[in-house]
């Protein structure tokens, strides 16, 4: 059974700092990993798609890294801005969609 | 391209009411899932449709909760009668085969 973790559950930084978002899962059979963006209240937005075969991906300040080996992916957000504000969640997606419990972000003014 | 559609996007009840959600996929998506939030949580699987017929439902509390999805398009998803604990954002998502699309959501408050 795929379980997906998120470290830490909540992280709070200063505006222009660069934050780096953690995602661990135990099963590496997977298609994909995928990271979204919720912000409260509302649904989930997809940030990136990173395939089995790929390493990473980029978009525009965002770059997300996959290591299938070691059950792992970052998510690296350049420069951070109060708007980036949100909780950030990745899901591993196998024989079903599994999620991580999410990652509680706050850019301080 | 027009997203996942779900409605309605707020409703309270009261506890042992029912109530139901609607989700519309994308068109083509051959995969549908439901998900149920509470608040601070990440997503859980209740329910995963791959046309009409039900992939996983292991997570799905049967005695309470009923999902169909009609002619492979469509979802309800029904909760009958609902507890204080099922208070929630419902998700619905499709996929055309391991990328998945959300909708906004369903808030639920049971009082």
């Known amino acids: 059974k795929q379980e997906v973790t998120q470290i830490p559950a909540a992280l709070s930084v200063p505006e222009g700092e660069n934050l780096v978002l953690n995602c661990s899962f135990t099963d590496s059979a997977i298609y994909n990993l995928q990271w979204f963006r919720q912000d409260p209240g509302k649904g989930l937005t997809s940030l990136l798609l990173i395939q089995s075969s790929q390493r990473e991906q980029t978009s525009g300040r965002l770059n997300a890294s996959l290591d299938k080996s070691s059950g792992r992916s970052t998510l690296y957000i350049a420069a951070s801005q109060p708007g980036d504000s949100a909780t950030y969640l990745c899901?591993?997606?196998?024989?079903?969609?599994?999620f991580g419990g999410g990652t509680r972000v706050l850019v301080k003014p | 391209e027009a997203g996942v559609a779900q409605s309605p996007r707020y409703k309270i009840i009261e506890k042992r009411q029912s109530v139901a959600f609607w989700c519309n996929p994308i068109s083509g998506h051959a995969t549908l899932y439901w998900y149920q939030q509470i608040l601070g949580q990440g997503p859980k699987l209740l329910i995963q449709?791959?046309?009409?017929?039900?992939?996983?439902d292991s997570q799905l509390p049967k005695d309470r909760f009923s999902a169909e999805r009609l002619k492979g398009v469509d979802s309800t998803l029904k909760i009958q009668p609902a507890k204080l604990e099922d208070s929630a954002v419902y998700l619905c998502a499709s996929s055309p085969s391991t990328e998945a699309f959300f909708g906004q959501g369903t808030r639920l408050t049971v009082v």
């Open positions: 449709f791959q046309n009409n017929g039900v992939v996983d």
């Open positions: 899901v591993a997606a196998g024989n079903k969609l599994t």
